[in-house]
């Protein structure tokens, strides 16, 4: 399986321990940045959400001060179905319940608890019950008629 990760600078520290913590499981698309300096979440959130949308990647983590920002930007690209998500059963159910194929971070997270819920989310399995594919299926929908 491969992992795209991106983070501004708010989230850099934490998507450096991860990307450790995750590269000997699972093949890992570092998609930046690359430093503490100062830089703008959208650029991060857009660029994973194309990694999804194209394909180069089958699952996304977004960092960033908070894991709002990022989020919003990376469900701006067609097919991106980003969940900030705060605790671990928040990430089973992202996967569960709405089949998301990305998932954003608070930078402040602790570390130990991320991997914990990135963990969680990776292994979780979508939910095939009807009302939870009805539901993906109307954002689908949605999402292919803009």
Not at 7 to 22: A, C, P, T, V
Not at 72 to 98: S, W
Not at 101 to 113: M, P, Q, R
């Amino acid at each position: 399986m491969k992992i795209a990760i991106a983070s501004d600078h708010r989230g850099y520290n934490l998507k450096k321990y991860l990307i450790e913590e995750l590269k000997g499981k699972y093949e890992i698309l570092d998609l930046g940045t690359n430093s503490e300096e100062s830089t703008d979440f959208p650029i991060y959130g857009i660029a994973l959400g194309e990694a999804i949308r194209d394909k180069k990647a089958d699952l996304g983590i977004a960092i960033c001060g908070t894991g709002i920002g990022i989020s919003i930007a990376a469900n701006k690209v067609k097919g991106v179905m980003c969940a900030k998500i705060n605790n671990i059963n928040e990430a089973r159910l992202a996967k569960e319940h709405n089949n998301a194929n990305v998932i954003a971070l608070s930078g402040d997270t602790d570390e130990a608890e991320a991997l914990s819920m990135i963990e969680t989310f990776l292994n979780a399995k979508p939910n095939i019950e009807e009302k939870y594919q009805r539901r993906i299926n109307e954002i689908l929908t949605y999402d292919n008629e803009r």
